[in-house]
């Protein structure tokens, strides 16, 4: 008898773990009700920034969103300060920046490293808090080589995009992109000319207010796109981001072998997991060195209950129209909460962070129980449900070995799911950003947790699917 009760839990178990994916046909179940921004589903961390209210169970599942503040962060001895994606539960106040992937502190630039190990899915850094509307400047070094793509863009829960994307294999060129609501359009990229973004700091600016957006690159325009061009007729409604967005900054292997050919074509070609980068330093990086935000006052007709986070105030449209200003608490008790029930967890944790260190229930973690040796489980954990990141001092001799050890680390367990084929996604929710996630974390990542380093470097892949919103998908990556 016990065996039976067993079994039919261990069914309900695989099916629900099966199903646990999210797009525009298909929402999430009520255990796992938030729809993530790599469209899975699950509860904690998957209910905070880049939740997808409109795939989920309920779009109340998805947590407020904190909102805008005035920021300038200066990435100089800084990643110790930057808190894990699996270990935030949304208090904003805490933590500026959180991240998935590897960071490591370059001394000699007073920058951050975001950083790409061999056979790993790369790193994406976020914002805790929301922009809607206002400048946002960033001075980045970009990543460089055929197939290695780093990029900065503002990106919402509805999949709203604004972007700056850097190919490896053309550092003369920024492209800058945009999406409404996750809708291809294969008409909005425009490259900027500049120098060497490899060699060179840029800033990179973006001016985005409710009747234009301008991308700026040291301070000389290059391209303004105005709201009134993006009108849609048949939709009849003007395709123009205008949803509460973070910001993020991020590297993914684009040029990775089992990307569509489409989007290997349009990162330079096939990345090179020998090149000198991964002896020394030990990895492909992009530099971030300052951020600044500035944030706009909201459109006059918005409704205000408050001031401390933006909520989706209409269940069927996703607009600015839509948006409210509330009191509404973003923060969750655990990883087993939800925007449905976000105290869940109190009467077994003693506290928030006690109950952090707890992984995300999600359909990840579900199927790397049940089969953590194929590679469909392996992709998958790898998406979600690894607990630990790579942080590291600095990129001297030290940080080098410490680095170089965990790419071997990383590559030995990551190899193994080089050849795992591409998740299918919907077109509904197939733009650049969650293509390339998908795909990357299926195509290069690692869920092998990793021990603490002599450098005091905390090792690991915590490797939810990278990537950032790309004119390559447009020419056939599908994310």
Known sequence: ????????????????????????????????????????????????GGCNPMFSYKAEACMPMPVCKDMNTVFDDYSS???????????????????????YDYEDEESMLIAMPKYSAGT????????????????????????????????SNVQDEIDYEFVGADLETVQTNLYFEGVLNYNQSRNISTTDTFENYHDYEVDWQEDQITWSVDGVVGRTLFRNETYNETSQRYEFPQTPSRVQLSIWPAGNSTNAPGTIAWAGGLIDWDADDLKDPGYYYAAVKEVNVTCYDPPSYVKKNGTKSYVFANEDSYMSEDIAITDDESILYSNKGSGLDPDNGKSSSSSSSSSSSTSSSSSSSSSSSASSSSSASSSSSASSSSSSSSKSSSKDTTATTTAQSTAQSTAQTAAQTTSSSTQTISPEQSTGFVQNMNSSSKSGSTSQTQTQSASSATNGANSLPIGMPLAGLLLGYLL
């Open 1 to 48: 008898m016990i065996w039976a009760v067993l079994l039919l839990g261990l069914v309900k178990h695989i099916l629900l773990a099966e199903a646990a994916t999210c797009n525009a046909t298909q929402a999430c179940p009520e255990e796992l009700p938030c729809c993530s921004q790599f469209g899975e589903c699950g509860t904690g961390s998957y209910c905070l």
């Open 81 to 103: 300060k930057v808190v894990s994606h699996d270990e935030y539960l949304g208090n904003a106040s805490e933590a500026d920046w959180i991240y998935s992937g590897y960071l």
């Open 124 to 155: 994406v850094l976020s914002s805790t808090t929301y922009l809607w509307y206002g400048k946002v400047s960033a001075r980045v070094k970009s990543s460089h080589r055929g197939g290695v793509v780093s990029a900065f863009i503002l990106f």
